[in-house]
């Protein structure tokens, strides 16, 4: 299975040290299984930090292996235990069992407006989860630690005007 993981920059081998803890999902090395999704984010990330170029990196993960070896949590859905972790993990107060692996769908930008919206407390949980489902949602993959990253296998990078497998220098 192919995952990308969008930057500005290329991206060999991921280090959990530089992600941030406030995201969906917690503290962990972000990848998707949507082309476009990690070439967006890796639009927004270049855009944000103003420096370097929109770079996806590509991996090649043995997902038989990692269901074997790694301690996994997955959402199926967008449902009301998916939001909790959610909202658990932007808040900093996420304070469950860990795992090495996360898997479940992936908030874009209406997803996130949904969500601040029920932060703030204007929609209650089951009015958010509603909303959510008429969302298309991708999945990702977060590995969330040292251990769940060996089971990526880098291949390439590229940016999002070349095609796909054009290795950068």
Same mark, same amino acid.
Not at 4 to 17: A, R
């Given at each position: 299975?192919? &995952?990308?993981?969008?930057?500005?920059?290329?991206?060999?081998?991921? #280090?959990?040290?530089?992600?941030?803890?406030?995201? #969906? $999902?917690?503290?962990? $090395?972000?990848?998707?299984?949507?082309? #476009?999704?990690?070439?967006?984010?890796?639009?927004?990330?270049?855009?944000?930090?103003?420096?370097?170029?929109?770079?996806?990196?590509?991996?090649?993960? #043995? =997902?038989?292996?990692?269901?074997?070896? &790694?301690?996994?949590?997955?959402? /199926? /859905?967008?449902?009301?235990?998916?939001?909790?972790? =959610?909202?658990?993990?932007?808040? &900093?107060?996420?304070?469950?069992?860990? +795992?090495?692996?996360?898997?479940?769908?992936?908030?874009?930008?209406?997803? +996130?407006?949904?969500?601040?919206?029920?932060?703030?407390? =204007?929609?209650? =949980?089951?009015?958010?989860?509603?909303?959510?489902?008429?969302?298309?949602?991708?999945?990702? $993959?977060?590995?969330?630690?040292?251990? /769940?990253?060996?089971?990526?296998? +880098?291949?390439? /990078?590229?940016?999002?005007?070349?095609?796909?497998?054009?290795? &950068?220098?």
């Amino acid at each position: 299975m192919l &995952l990308y993981h969008g930057s500005n920059s290329v991206i060999k081998i991921p #280090d959990l040290t530089l992600s941030r803890r406030s995201l #969906d $999902f917690g503290t962990g $090395f972000y990848t998707t299984v949507n082309r #476009d999704q990690a070439i967006e984010f890796a639009n927004k990330v270049t855009a944000r930090k103003g420096y370097h170029n929109p770079t996806v990196s590509v991996y090649d993960v #043995d =997902i038989t292996s990692v269901e074997a070896g &790694l301690k996994i949590l997955r959402f /199926s /859905s967008p449902n009301r235990d998916w939001l909790n972790f =959610i909202h658990q993990n932007r808040k &900093l107060v996420y304070n469950g069992e860990n +795992y090495d692996l996360v898997i479940g769908p992936v908030a874009n930008d209406d997803v +996130y407006a949904t969500l601040l919206v029920y932060e703030q407390g =204007i929609l209650n =949980i089951e009015q958010t989860i509603e909303a959510l489902k008429v969302k298309n949602l991708y999945n990702q $993959f977060v590995f969330k630690t040292k251990r /769940s990253l060996l089971f990526l296998k +880098y291949v390439n /990078s590229f940016t999002p005007a070349n095609t796909v497998g054009q290795e &950068l220098p």
